[in-house]
């Protein structure tokens, strides 16, 4: 089993910046990726940032190119999302999540937080 948990949501006025944080715990033997999702009220959710568990290649939406830059320190099985220029439209709640699913593959050894909510004001 493996357990995600989100921290570092909150309030923040447009423009300003927020710092995610997904700490894993548990067997991650399947994860070969970490990354971050979204949604908002009555909207899908949908993919936000990614990085591989080996490479460190990085792989971004076009919605939060240039503004969000995600990381990971693998000794503390952990991964970031580094949050600027933000605007109202970011607002949502934020999922960690790790396995196939960052990489578009879903499976059965898919993991997911239980999301932090961002709440951008305008």
């Known amino acids: 089993q493996v357990q995600l948990v989100e921290s570092g949501g909150g309030l923040v006025q447009a423009g300003g910046s927020l710092r995610l944080s997904c700490a894993a715990s548990?067997?991650?033997?399947?994860?070969?990726?970490m990354g971050w999702f979204r949604q908002a009220p009555g909207k899908e959710r949908e993919f936000v940032a990614a990085?591989?568990?080996?490479?460190?290649?990085?792989y971004y939406a076009d919605s939060v190119k240039g503004r969000f830059t995600i990381s990971r320190d693998n000794a503390k099985n952990t991964v970031y999302l580094q949050m600027n220029s933000l605007k109202p439209e970011d607002t949502a709640v934020y999922y960690c999540?790790?396995?196939?699913?960052?990489?578009?593959?879903?499976?059965?050894?898919?993991?997911w937080g239980k999301g932090t909510l961002v709440t951008v004001s305008s």
């Open positions: 999540a790790s396995g196939g699913v960052v990489a578009g593959t879903p499976s059965l050894e898919d993991y």
């Open positions: 990085i591989s568990w080996s490479g460190g290649s990085t």
């Open positions: 548990g067997r991650t033997f399947s994860s070969y990726a």
